[in-house]
């Protein structure tokens, strides 16, 4: 984060009042965001993270025993929060390509009496990601809720936050977490028509986004330039990494890269364990998913380098082994 801005976040912790609440609507956080997304404030809620939110939702619109459409592989809190409700979840495996069809979530959220679906677009952990017309051919093929995490959509363009507002069934939910830069604030956003805000707001507890978080959060997405900039630096750093691991991929016969919407890169690899462990070894923490898949987030110039440099070594010394037996 630069300096000036840093400097405007300063200046408003020491001018808060500390024995005052916060505002319980965190109007001026919402009202920030709303105008850096493009959507009217009374259609956001104000999360302390989008954790908060997911756990809300779940609380407030699900019922015991309600069918929950999860998808598989997804973002491992929403079959969390779904096990804590007491709601069934209705698992939908990802094909080998880590996608699926719009139409193949409709016929089961309709043929199970599905009360929501909920999943993360683009994915985390995988990446891969449905265009807006795609998410809301589903939104418009059946009555339940349908709510779409766009965590990482900073990244990709097909955003659906701006369909929300006038949508019966749907929520989307954003953060400040990732390409914001901000996981330390805690600062998440449900947008949706007005009547789903009404009782997001009425359920959610009073206090829940604190005054530093609303303040801060308001002080910096009033910085479209820099989020802007960010999200180019982020993207040009995820390129360059994806560009190098494809270049081992070409090299080594072991490793398959996924195209990503995201600012990580997924690996699939049968020696992802023995990678992930050899990783660790020097240094480096990328996250080993079902055994066989590696999620590399692009970081610095020479966090990449170093990483390629790593990934290269156990590749080669792998190989090797091979030749010898
Ligand atoms: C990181 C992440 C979240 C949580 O965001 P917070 O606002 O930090 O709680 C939610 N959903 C997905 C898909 C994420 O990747």
């Known amino acids: 984060m630069p300096k000036d801005i840093k400097e405007k976040l300063i200046l408003s912790v020491t001018s808060l009042n500390y024995n005052r609440y916060p505002d319980p609507f965190a109007f001026r956080v919402c009202d920030a965001f709303g105008r850096f997304a493009g959507i009217k404030s009374e259609y956001i809620t104000a999360g302390n993270g989008s954790d908060e939110l997911i756990s809300l939702i779940f609380g407030s ?135 789903i805000t009404t009782y997001l707001k009425a359920a959610k507890s009073p206090y829940n986004v604190n005054s530093f978080t609303q303040a801060a959060g308001e002080i910096v997405f009033n910085e479209k330039e820099y989020l802007k900039n960010t999200v180019k630096l982020i993207l040009d750093s995820k390129n360059s990494l994806y560009k190098s691991v494809k270049d081992l991929e070409s090299e080594y016969k072991d490793i398959k890269v996924f195209e990503t919407h995201t600012n990580f890169v997924l690996v699939e690899s049968i020696k992802a364990e023995h990678i992930h462990f050899e990783l660790k070894k020097s240094g480096i923490s990328v996250r080993l998913l079902g055994g066989k898949y590696l999620r590399i987030t692009a970081g610095s110039s020479e966090e990449n380098l170093k990483l390629i440099n790593a990934l290269k070594l156990v590749l080669s010394e792998t190989d090797k082994k091979e030749v010898i037996k």
């Open 61 to 195: 619109f699900l019922e015991k025993g309600d069918s929950v459409l999860i998808l598989e592989p997804d973002f491992s809190m929403y079959e969390f929060y779904c096990s804590i409700s007491e709601c069934k979840p209705l698992l939908l495996k990802k094909n080998l390509s880590l996608t699926f069809a719009p139409d193949e979530i409709i016929k089961k959220a309709n043929e199970n009496n599905v009360r929501m679906i909920i999943f993360s677009n683009p994915c985390n952990p995988t990446g891969q990601g449905l265009k807006s017309e795609e998410v809301l051919k589903i939104v418009n093929g059946v009555s339940c809720l349908v709510v779409i995490d766009e965590a990482y959509m900073d990244f990709w363009d097909q955003s659906v936050i701006n369909s929300a507002p006038e949508a019966k069934n749907l929520i989307v939910l954003k953060t400040a977490s990732k390409a914001a830069g901000l996981a330390s604030l805690r600062l998440g956003f449900a947008i949706s028509n007005s009547i």
